[in-house]
Nanobody
Framework: QVHLVESGGGLVQPGGSLRLSCAASGNIFSIGAMGWYRQAPGKQRELVAT???????NYADSVKGRFTISRDNAKNTVYLQMNSLKPEDTAVYYC??????????WGQGTQVTVSS
């Protein structure tokens, strides 16, 4: 079992920045990849960014060049640095861990609101 706890969401003006953090605990050695997804009201959950144990990253087209995912293996934590935020980035952001046993684990979610 893997337990994920997110932090760092909040209200920010358009053009601003936020950094989300996700700390993993439990059976962390089973984690193969970690990432961030988001879900806006009335929409399906979508991938934002992922990073593998080998450091390969993947981003949604809508966030490329603005968001950066990083991982501190010593702290078992993954980060999402979000710059140049837009109102359409408003959503609940969920941390995800994908285990080598093909099991998805999810955090509780953190709200990000981009509004003036």
């Amino acid at each position: 079992q893997v337990h994920l706890v997110e932090s760092g969401g909040g209200l920010v003006q358009p053009g601003g920045s936020l950094r989300l953090s996700c700390a993993a605990s439990g059976n962390i050695f089973s984690i193969g990849a970690m990432g961030w997804y988001r879900q806006a009201p009335g929409k399906q959950r979508e991938l934002v960014a992922t990073t593998t144990n080998g450091g390969t990253t993947n981003y949604a087209d809508s966030v490329k060049g603005r968001f950066t995912i990083s991982r501190d293996n010593a702290k078992n934590t993954v980060y999402l640095q979000m710059n140049s935020l837009k109102p359409e980035d408003t959503a609940v952001y969920y941390c995800n861990a994908f285990s080598v046993f093909s099991v998805h684990y999810w955090g509780q979610g953190t709200q990000v609101t981009v509004s003036s």
